[in-house]
DNA sequence: ATGGTGGCGCGGCCA
């Protein structure tokens, strides 16, 4: 078996308690971590050693960066996208044992009217791009990560209140189809046709207790792949504990 | 409700 993670921790500084516990209790392969905000000098690189794992980040002071734990060793790091020269820190690639891992912290977009918007779709077209490439060198490859897009209504509690906002929108969603139509499922749909898999919640308004989220956190795995996964889950418990991430983990288990 | 909460870091940006 082999059991792999995502979890945007909202700083790893903060939230570094809850992931060494969470490591502990659900002992996973690979956990792939979005919005570290820190940089590489100071990531907490001992204690996630010290816990029986590798590690592997790529991280940017008070914005984005991204980390990959692993039991295996880490092996053809990748930190940009090419043909994109950007500063921020939001894409992590790597080879574990055979298979590709993609970790993305895909841009926010902020308004589909903000020239942000337009960043996060050709950041997501670049993305694609380099998807493609990959799959002509790995036959076995994983993206996962904070894709900060819903990519059906039933991944959101209003879809009315939400229709054409940025998280939702057309052109993003059809952004994300076009990643999966390289040959990509997501692995939470291969088991769970339900709306309420939700994986982040707003801070305000109490949100998480009234279930108001969205489902934004997926593990998309190639059709090799995905014909070994057997569950893919989304653990609420963190989203509940003292001081929490507005994300939650995603678990995907593959024979 | 042009608000609300949280992280960073100490004013204002970002989500």
Known sequence: ???????????????????????????????????????????????IEKSGYHVAYSGQKTYNGVAIISRQPIKDIV??????????????GATINKARILNVYVPNGESVDSTKYQYKLDWLKKLRDYVKQQLNTYSQCIILGDFNIAPEDRDVYDPAAWEDHVLVSEAERKALREILKLGFCDTFRLFDQTSGGFSWWDYRHFAFRRNLGLRLDLILANKTLADKCKRCTVDKTPRSLERPSDHTPVVAEFE
Do not use: Y
């Open 1 to 47: 078996m082999f059991k792999i993670a995502t979890w945007n921790v909202n700083s790893i500084k903060v939230r570094l308690p809850h992931v060494l516990d969470w490591l502990k209790k659900h002992k996973p392969d690979v956990l792939a971590l979005q919005e570290t905000k820190m940089t590489d000098e100071l990531f907490p690189k001992a204690a």
């Open 79 to 92: 930190t940009d996208l090419p043909k994109l020269d950007d500063p921020q820190r939001r894409l992590l």
